[in-house]
């Protein structure tokens, strides 16, 4: 039996079939893995996993699949993609990209009813070092970009703008600004890498 293409798997799927959609994500779940592992930096990882991200995108994906427009090939593999990528920004603002919250104070990830939503009141003496170094490693890392990429990513990680709102700001196309982001969301992942193992070094 031939492999179902895209379209035969999003019309099942749209019809409630689950199997579709499973497999449809599953036919993409490998590269979008290898990206989301290059696009979250290590020291973060230690905090939210690459499967935990890959978790909620395929939850979110679900969540939003109705809304979902069918554009021909390689429409669902972007539309994933980009999930990811918010997903992975998401993170990245959490834990380094954002002066406004703490990493002492966030909240459980678990998805367990008695944790999911508790805040860390008291962070351990362990915990609040970790995220005081977690905060300055991101600033080197960002003072070392440069300054195109240092502004598209404190206008999308913490001003917390949209893409089609960071391209309005920086007068450029949204496809150029997306290409930016994610250069410069690279460029930062391997430079917080590098900085946090010379840290440790």
Known sequence: ???????ELIARAKAGDEDAY??????????LRKRVERWLPRAIQRKVSVSDVMQEARLTAFQRFSHFEDRG???????????????VRAEVQRYAGTRKRAVQREVSRGYRPDTANVVGQHPSPSQAAIGAELKELARQAME????????????????????REVAERMNRSRDAVKKLYGRALCRFKDTFDRLRGESHA
């Open 1 to 7: 039996m031939a492999k179902a293409n895209d379209q």
């Open 22 to 31: 499973r497999l449809l994500f599953e036919r993409y779940s490998g590269p």
């Open 73 to 87: 090939d390689g429409s669902f593999r972007k539309w994933l993609q980009r999930i990811a990528e918010n997903k």
């Open 144 to 163: 070392t970009l440069p300054p195109d990429y240092r502004a598209v990513l404190r206008l999308a990680l913490e001003e917390r703008l949209r893409l």
